[in-house]
T-cell receptor, first 114, second 115 residues
């Protein structure tokens, strides 16, 4: 059974500092890995999707890496801003045979202090 | 605008009173899924559907029913809600993994409280 773990569970940094969020998964047979952002009481916004054949994906200040063999992904957010305060979730997706299932980590709650 | 909509967004009900949470997507996606999110337990899949009239259980299906009579709609039915079903519910949809870049799109969530 796939298990996804995110460490740390919470993180507080001063504005301008780089953020490093970690995600680990137990089964490397994934289809892709996705990072989401969730604001309090709101839905999920997809930030980055890394295909299983890729090593990293970038969008603006965000960079996500994937090491499938070791079951790890890292989300880097450069030059953090107060608007980056949210909960960040990673999720790994299995193929059709596993019901296209997304398995989520518990999330990392980020606070960027002005 | 491509989107997944859920109704209602907020619902307070009492134990045993049947309710339905609707989910609709306008992207012609084959795959739809329901998740619940609880503190300390993260998001867990309740049911999913690969296409019309094809549904299957996720990790926590007990106490829930779904139907998929049309491609765009995937309602979640609680026949006899109980307080342990108080949660934040999300509906999601995606293409049926035609490409590895296919992402799941999430609705805004429905906050359900069962008294």
């Amino acid at each position: 059974k796939q298990e996804v773990t995110q460490i740390p569970a919470a993180l507080s940094v001063p504005e301008g500092e780089n953020l490093v969020l970690n995600c680990s998964f137990t089964d490397s047979a994934i289809y892709n890995l996705q990072w989401f952002r969730q604001d309090p009481g709101k839905g999920l916004t997809s930030l980055l999707l890394i295909q299983s054949s890729q090593r990293e994906q970038t969008s603006g200040r965000l960079n996500a890496s994937l090491d499938k063999s070791s079951g790890r992904s890292t989300l880097y957010i450069a030059a953090s801003q107060p608007g980056d305060s949210a909960t960040y979730l990673c999720a790994v997706r299995r193929g059709k045979a596993a019901g296209n299932k997304l398995t989520f980590g518990g999330g990392t709650r980020v606070l960027v202090k002005p | 605008e491509a989107q997944v909509t859920q109704n209602p967004r907020y619902l307070i009900t009492v134990t045993g009173k049947k309710l339905t949470v609707t989910c609709s997507q306008n992207m012609n996606h084959e795959y739809m899924s329901w998740y619940r999110q609880d503190p300390g337990l993260g998001l867990r899949q309740i049911y999913y559907s690969m296409n019309v009239e094809v549904t299957d259980k996720g990790d926590v299906p007990e106490g829930y029913k779904v139907s998929r009579k049309e491609k765009r709609n995937f309602p979640l039915i609680l026949e006899s809600p109980s307080p342990n079903q108080t949660s934040l519910y999300f509906c999601a949809s995606s293409p049926l993994l035609a490409h590895t870049t296919d992402t799941q799109y999430f609705g805004p969530g429905t906050r359900l409280t069962v008294l």
